[in-house]
Structure formats: structure tokens, C-alpha cells
Nanobody, 125 residues
Framework: QVRLAESGGGLVQAGGSLRLSCAAS????????TAWFRQAPGKEREFVAA????????HYTDSAEGRFTISRDNAKNTVYLQMNGLKPEDTAVYYC??????????????????WGQGTQVTVSS
């Protein structure tokens, strides 16, 4: 059973950058399509980005397109989310989610069965 652990969150000023990591243990992460979601206080969890397990396809929400980059390093069993040009509205708890052999890069959280505990990102203005 793959377990996910996020890291890399923190406090950053608007315009700054952070790189989040989603490290997997307990299994072969190379076969897991992986996504990042986020949840701000009082709001629903929303999709940020996803990368297919083959690494051949990515998908971003409109607000992340051009600012965030999702990537994977299978040798390290880790998926990354590089976030540049951060804005106060990016403040949220960021979660990684994964699903084995998923052929999609879906924004639907119900299609992912493995979740991490989240890492807090706070962007000050």
C-alpha cells in the first residue's frame, strides 16, 4: 500500500516560489498517476495539477497554468509541484493524491484513492 507524504510548504511573500514534494513509500510509485489539490479555509478542495503515471501528460487548472509545474522523479519515488509567482489566493493546504495505473489526469478528487496529510502554503501580500 503506497503512502504519500507532502513537504515543502511554508510562508512566502507574494511573487515568491516554493517547491512542494510528494514522496511515496511502500510501493512502486512509478505506476501511480499523481495530482495536487488544495483547500483554503472555508472552501472546497480544488484541483491544481496532475501528471499521468507514464509522465507523458499533465493537466493544470487555469489559475496554475503558466505559474506551476508538476513533474516526477521516479528514481526518487517523488512528484513535485514547482510554484512560481505565488499570490495570496494560493494560500491553502496542499495535498497530493495518487491512483495506480490511472489513464487520466483528472481533476475529480473521487478518482484518487491515496492521499497525503497535506502541507500548508501561506502567501503574504
Amino acid at each position: 500500500q503506497v503512502r504519500l507524504a507532502e513537504s515543502g510548504g511554508g510562508l512566502v511573500q507574494a511573487g515568491g516560489s516554493l517547491r512542494l514534494s510528494c514522496a511515496a513509500s511502500g510501493g512502486a510509485f512509478t505506476t501511480y498517476t499523481t495530482a495536487w489539490f488544495r483547500q483554503a479555509p472555508g472552501k472546497e478542495r480544488e484541483f491544481v495539477a496532475a501528471i499521468r503515471w507514464t509522465g507523458t501528460a499533465t493537466h493544470y487548472t487555469d489559475s496554475a497554468e503558466g505559474r506551476f509545474t508538476i513533474s516526477r522523479d521516479n528514481a526518487k519515488n517523488t512528484v513535485y509541484l514547482q510554484m512560481n509567482g505565488l499570490k495570496p489566493e494560493d494560500t491553502a493546504v496542499y495535498y497530493c493524491a495518487a491512483e495506480p495505473f490511472a489513464p487520466h489526469t483528472s481533476a475529480d478528487p473521487n478518482l484518487y484513492t491515496r492521499w497525503g496529510q497535506g502541507t500548508q502554503v501561506t502567501v503574504s501580500s
